[in-house]
């Protein structure tokens, strides 16, 4: 399985368990140093930039964003 299959397999969890796995997630984030959290946050955003400038994922506004935040907190 690649990380777009895993993505596409939690996103389609319900928003609780989503939740819970995010939480899991960021507290594992604990153990790694300060140096390697910087390095593969700049790993990171350098994909994300990469993605985006190749045109492979499209940007959303701010206000879309904000409702969609709003309509699943509802």
Do not use: C, H, T, Y
Request: aromatic share 6%.
């Amino acid at each position: 399985m690649n990380l777009a299959q895993l993505e596409a397999e939690i996103f389609s969890l319900p928003l609780q368990d989503r939740a819970a796995l995010a939480q899991r997630l960021l507290l594992s984030l604990e153990e790694v140093s300060e140096a390697d959290f910087e390095r593969l946050w700049g790993e990171e955003s350098a994909r994300r930039v990469a993605d985006f400038d190749s045109g492979k994922v499209q940007s959303i506004s701010g206000k879309v964003v904000a409702e969609k935040a709003r309509a699943l907190l509802k």
